[in-house]
């Protein structure tokens, strides 16, 4: 496994970060949301509300970040740079954000206008990435480094599985933009946008950055090797047969058994290493991990609930583990690792010192902050205590009961604004650096080129 980063092949900070800057302003516009609507956001899966919450999350907040981060972590770990990077990250930004919005719009107001809109905004936003992307992935197949092979399989997997997740998404909406009947695929949509595209990409994130930044050991090498090769399989398989009539029951749910399998022995490795990790101290970006974890291994026996039980309730149980407390915990997480790297990483390079001189390279050494200075951890674990209640908060009402549906948009307002605070406070001071260190009297500072 490559468990060294290439950091001189980082892209610009303007590639990644308006990505990961919706994920707050995504998770404030769901929270006032839900703080709107109240206990009927909980009531029911098919209620408008609930749709439009869905997508704030699923394309807000979580696609968002994970194309961002996708872009990044291809070019550092695979030596797969996405060209050009700065062209395709805007645009697709912009698309994405607006193609959210007029969807989430459109559930609202049940307005075919703006679902034919988000048709067209989501469509070019997607086409454009996985198109980038793809031709990326295949012009440097031969230069990608040694050991990144446990990466680009389940990235690879989750691309597929994106595609397909949008492609279903895309003719549904625009179905109902178009008065025309609504088909049956539902189910194949969410199972291979959350899944196939969200938990793939997750597995093949975890083998690579947990490792690296949680010094964890590594994962065994059956799991990195069959596991991603695994799950796309039975998601194929449970596809054929969600579409099959006739076939035994039996046939579906071993399948559901064994994809459920598949994916509580990468969960419970991860607990297992991230329990037993070499780093002492449990940061930010470890609790949201574990949060993220444990809401994970819990969707199996909300699976089994929903598959079994009598309870209306239980998809919407299923659905906000897995997104809320599964997926955005992970995501919000690995924001606290990743933006105050790269903002670090960018100050430095904005550095130009000729003939490596000591006495200039302490000049600058005191007014370039360590990393941890950009996000401090004790408002990172304000923002964890604040998500964790959110999650609970967000589960109780699934389950029906009221006071927690009264306070669950609130607290996700709360928690967006602790995370924009957090993120803002942090490109003020990589600004407040460059401005000091354009202002130092050093003769090559005209050298310097612009990284933002």
Not at 89 to 101: D, K, Y
Not at 207 to 219: A, D, G, H, R, T
Not at 238 to 260: C, F, K, Q
Not at 370 to 398: C, D, F, G, H, N
Request: charged share 10%; net charge positive.
């Amino acid at each position: 496994m490559q468990r060294a980063l290439d950091f001189d092949k980082t892209p610009a900070l303007g590639v990644p970060l308006p990505f990961f800057l919706n994920v707050p302003l995504f998770g404030a516009l769901a929270g006032v949301l839900a703080t709107w609507v109240g206990p009927q956001a909980f009531a029911s899966r098919w209620d408008a509300a609930t749709l439009a919450l869905t997508h704030l999350w699923t394309l807000g907040i979580l696609g968002s970040a994970m194309l961002g981060a996708l872009i990044q972590i291809l070019a550092v770990a695979c030596n797969v740079p996405v060209t050009p990077a700065r062209a395709v990250a805007n645009s697709a930004h912009a698309l994405l954000t607006l193609g959210t919005l007029a969807l989430a719009a459109g559930f609202l107001w049940w307005s075919p206008t703006a679902w034919l809109t988000a048709v067209g905004l989501l469509g070019l936003a997607f086409a454009l990435y996985l198109a980038a992307v793809g031709r990326a992935l295949w012009r440097h197949r031969k230069q990608v480094y040694k050991g990144a092979r446990e990466i680009l399989v389940p990235v690879r997997g989750a691309l597929a599985a994106l595609a397909l997740a949008v492609l279903i998404g895309l003719i549904m909406a625009g179905a109902l933009g178009l008065g025309l009947g609504l088909p049956d695929w539902v189910g194949s949509h969410i199972l291979w946008g959350l899944l196939g595209w969200g938990g793939l990409l997750l597995m093949g994130m975890s083998f690579q950055l947990l490792p690296i930044f949680q010094m964890i050991e590594l994962y065994p090498k059956p799991l990195t090797r069959w596991l991603p090769l695994l799950i796309p399989a039975l998601l194929l398989a449970w596809s054929a047969l969600d579409a099959s009539t006739g076939l035994p029951h039996l046939m579906r749910e071993t399948v559901e058994l064994l994809l459920t399998g598949a994916y509580v022995t990468w969960i419970g490795t991860s607990l297992q290493r991230l329990w037993t990790r070499k780093r002492p101290t449990a940061e930010p970006t470890t609790l949201f991990w574990f949060t993220g974890l444990i809401c994970l291994l819990a969707c199996a026996p909300a699976w089994v609930w929903l598959r079994h039980g009598q309870s209306t309730q239980a998809a919407m149980v299923l659905g906000i583990l897995l997104i809320v407390g599964g997926l955005g915990s992970v995501v919000h997480g690995m924001l606290y690792k990743i933006v105050p790297f790269l903002l670090w990483k960018h100050a430095q390079d904005a550095i130009v010192i000729p003939d490596r001189d000591p006495a200039q390279v302490r000049v600058y050494l005191k007014v370039l902050p360590k990393m941890a200075a950009y996000i401090p951890e004790r408002p990172a674990q304000t923002q964890w205590v604040i998500y964790v209640l959110m999650v609970v908060s967000w589960v109780l009402a699934a389950t029906g009961w009221r006071p927690a549906a009264t306070i669950a948009g609130p607290l996700l307002v709360l928690s967006a604004a602790l995370q924009a605070w957090n993120l803002a406070r942090a490109l003020m001071l990589y600004r407040k650096t460059l401005r000091a260190m354009a202002a130092l009297p050093i003769a090559a500072a005209g050298g310097r080129r612009d990284v933002s």
